[in-house]
Antibody
Framework: EVQLVESGGGLVKPGGSLRLSCAAPGFTLSNAWMSWVRQAPGKGLEWVGRIKNKADGGTTDYAAPVKGRFTLSRDDSENTLSLQMNSLKTEDTAVYYC???????????????WGQGTLVTVSS | DIQMTQSPSTLSASVGDRVTITCRAS??????LAWYQQKSGKAPRLLIY???SLESGVPSRFSGSGSGTEFTLTISSLQPDDFATYYC????????FGQGTKVEIK
């Protein structure tokens, strides 16, 4: 069982920035494909972005609504995953989940493990 | 982008009922599809991957089928613990989730 622990959520004004972190005690994040999925209040699930493991190049991809504003990164020395969110909009308000991805045959894969989520509220 | 459409959006059923949820993709995704269950205030839980493979620990009353653009999640005999919202997710091209199907008590 993989435990994922998110932190960094909170209240931020439109146009502001926030950095979310995800820790994984006992699990080496650099070996895994990881992603962030968000869920606006009362709404469905929305994929935000993914980062491949080092062996597969460590590249990142983003959903269209956040491309150019959000950046995924990994700190292998700290074994943490980060999501830097800039130019935040009210529509970015959501619970953000850190997840693993299980790729299959080179495709993005499904989410096997989820964190508990951290709430980001963008409001003036 | 691949769009995923679930039907129905809400389903009212009784304990013991057979329940089927449909998920349609805007283009062929082979069998690169997963299903999740989410209860209020909790993170989703993986039920099915690769359209029909049951995740370890998931009760056998859950099953998935389909390929190409049309998929189904079936609960053979609905249990009290199964009242929740269910999502499909494609992973043929990045990730896209369906809008969800809420299974509520009739």
């Amino acid at each position: 069982e993989v435990q994922l622990v998110e932190s960094g959520g909170g209240l931020v004004k439109p146009g502001g920035s926030l950095r979310l972190s995800c820790a994984a005690p006992g699990f080496t994040l650099s070996n895994a494909w990881m992603s962030w999925v968000r869920q606006a209040p009362g709404k469905g699930l929305e994929w935000v972005g993914r980062i491949k493991n080092k062996a597969d190049g460590g590249t990142t991809d983003y959903a269209a609504p956040v491309k150019g504003r959000f950046t995924l990164s990994r700190d292998d020395s700290e074994n943490t995953l980060s999501l830097q969110m800039n130019s935040l909009k009210t529509e970015d308000t959501a619970v953000y989940y850190c997840t693993t991805l299980t790729p299959m045959s080179g495709y993005s894969g499904y989410v096997k493990y989820w964190g508990q989520g951290t709430l980001v509220t963008v409001s003036s | 982008d691949i769009q995923m459409t679930q039907s129905p959006s809400t389903l009212s059923a009784s304990v013991g009922d057979r329940v089927t949820i449909t998920c349609r993709a805007s283009q062929s995704i082979s069998t690169w599809l997963a299903w999740y269950q989410q209860k209020s205030g909790k993170a989703p839980r993986l039920l099915i991957y690769k359209a029909s493979s049951l995740e370890s620990g998931v009760p056998s009353r859950f099953s998935g089928s389909g390929s190409g653009t049309e998929f189904t999640l079936t609960i053979s005999s609905l249990q009290p613990d199964d009242f929740a919202t269910y999502y499909c997710q494609q992973y043929n091209s990045y990730l896209t989730f369906g809008q969800g199907t809420k299974v509520e008590i009739k």
